[in-house]
């Protein structure tokens, strides 16, 4: 390592670049990765040191193009149409309730913030049409490539495994190799920006441009306490004084452990589900036995940031992996034996927010997710690892065979011709992985496979 900068720095600085872009707290990551990422691409893109390439970071805004491609990478969207039953039926009785109020409030405003590739926003349009009920809804999020894809409203089959076949057929239409575009008239007030919650709100079409109903859901788990109370505090300014605020049912968001900037939110049984209303938390409150307890031990388990930097130069020369990562990763490979890929899929969720530069967890996403026709999700997985290790060949294969099943000719010709080139390597990405080799089955066969077929595709697909 060159000795004009120490690891240290590299990783403090690092991690500070990535909560100020996002919010993010890194639990946990396995520094070793964070440094190399950064290392590879300051290389990449001719910086003397990775040093001088954050220190040229820290002057950007996080919407320039290397910071949202860093953004993007770090990003997890997965999400799914009707995803959360429960807090549905709590948004419907909401949107019941704000419905038969005064005519001012009409259309109602929906704000989904987080909202990836755009299925929540379109569930909640759904609802209302389904109540006959007005909204404006706003679809937001960081991740510019998760925008462009709830902008086409173009989605596959794992996207919809929760919506029925009646809401199936009234909302979208079939289209080739199993993909549906979301097409009704309930989707004419849906609009999609992009959107930092480190930023205040956007505004509402509401004339003083406050949100009746804020979505922000499975967003706030990978924040900092400071960071999830600055984008509370955003979105409770932008809430009506009679305002709701939704997150995941599993997410406990207690203002009280958040310290004095965190707004005041008091939390309200509706349904099967819970929001949060502008308003004092009783302390101790349990809104059911057993489930919601809002002062006790619901929460995450402790965990060490990476800026607990007191250990981190043994850390980062000793340790490659973190324990939690692993431990996650053979989770998931035994979920997937027993045929589980919802919850190998979740294993693998959580091992991302730990550590979202491990690029073979990003490889077992997208070959559990292309096994279960996500071929977009699949193939931003395996750009991912490409992007961390841009000679992994089996990330290429997977990525060109998705982009040749699309007829995007050019970009699979790409991918294969980089099958090639990294296969000539001497290094075997494969090799140090810990669940990846025994999930794909026979490695010799599976790299065999992929020369013949980037040969026979580039032999077929000559350059014009
Ligand atoms: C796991 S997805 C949740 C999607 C959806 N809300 C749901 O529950 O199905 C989390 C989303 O939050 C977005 N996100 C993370 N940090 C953000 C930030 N600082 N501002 C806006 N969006 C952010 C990510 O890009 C990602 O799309």
Redesign the pocket.
Known sequence: MDASYSRREVIALACKLIEKW???ELRETAPQRIAETFEQRAQLLGYDTPISYLKGLRDLPSTAEEPQRLVNLI??????FW?DEPQLSALRSVLCHLDAGPPAIHPIQVW?????TG??AYTVAMIADEEGIGVDVLG????TD?LATARRGVFDEWSLRRLSPNRRRTYLRPLEHSRWRAEHRAFENLRFAH????DPAPSSRHPDGKWDII?C???LI?FSPTTTAK?LRHMSDALTRDGYLMF?SSEQVDPQRLGPSAPDLRPIRKGGGFLYRPGSVQTGRTIEPGRWHFEDSQSLPPVETTRDLGSLEETTSDVRDNRTVIDLLYTAKDHLEKGDRELTIACLEAALVYDPFQVECHCLMGVVLRSLGASQQALESFQKALFLAPHHWFAAHHTASILAERDDIDGARRAYLRVLKSLERDEDPLESTHVLRDVIGTVSRIEHGARQQAENFLQTHRER
Do not use: K, P, Q
Not at 112 to 116: F, K, L
Not at 195 to 198: A, C, E, G, S
């Open positions: 996002t919010g993010f990003t997890n969207g997965l999400t799914a995803r989904c913030a987080g909202v990836s299925e929540e937001t999020d960081i991740n998760f959107h930092n919650l480190m979505l859901r499975n967003v990978y984008a995941g």
